[in-house]
């Protein structure tokens, strides 16, 4: 079967596409589009737990743990152990972090009013649609490797 005729070519070559414009977008702003994505994801009044940042984004947590480390640095994070219980760090944004935060912001809502303006509502909610069920088949497939290898964290 040739690539092209492959749906996950198609799912990577449209995602490359986007990545690489995100990136573009962001760099007039000293940032990568996994910054911003990362930055996004954090809550603007109560932070985010570090722990829950991982699972949000779909990335392992030794990668997360180097970019906030890199954020930190920058500037654009604090960390700050929760109150309550010591074991948790709660990651909170900057005024740097926010303002960074924001310009990742506008660069996802331009590129969803660009779409909105040249695909037709129809196909739109029809390519949803069709998203959301391959992500339900790689889940079911992923629960299923899980199973069938004794594994928690494939």
Do not use: C
């Not at 070559?13 to 910054?35: E, G, K, L």
């Not at 944004?93 to 009013?113: C, I, P, Y």
Request: glycine fraction near 6%.
């Amino acid at each position: 079967m040739r690539k092209e005729k492959t749906v996950d070519f198609h799912i990577k070559w449209a995602w490359h596409s986007i990545s690489r414009m995100y990136n573009a977008y962001a760099a007039q702003y000293d940032m990568t589009m996994a910054v911003g994505y990362v930055l996004l994801n954090i809550d603007l009044e109560q932070g985010t737990p570090a722990t829950k940042i991982a699972p949000l984004l779909g990335m392992e947590p030794r990668s997360l743990v180097r970019m906030l480390k890199s954020l930190e640095e920058k500037g654009l994070i604090r960390r700050e152990v929760d109150g309550t219980d010591k074991r948790f760090v709660r990651i909170l944004l900057t005024d740097e972090g926010k303002a960074k935060r924001e310009q990742a912001r506008e660069g996802v809502l331009t590129f969803n009013q660009m779409v909105r303006e040249k695909i037709p509502l129809e196909k739109l909610v029809v390519f949803l649609d069709v998203i959301k069920e391959i992500n339900q088949l790689v889940e079911e497939e992923n629960q299923k490797l899980k199973a069938g290898y004794g594994v928690d964290d494939l």
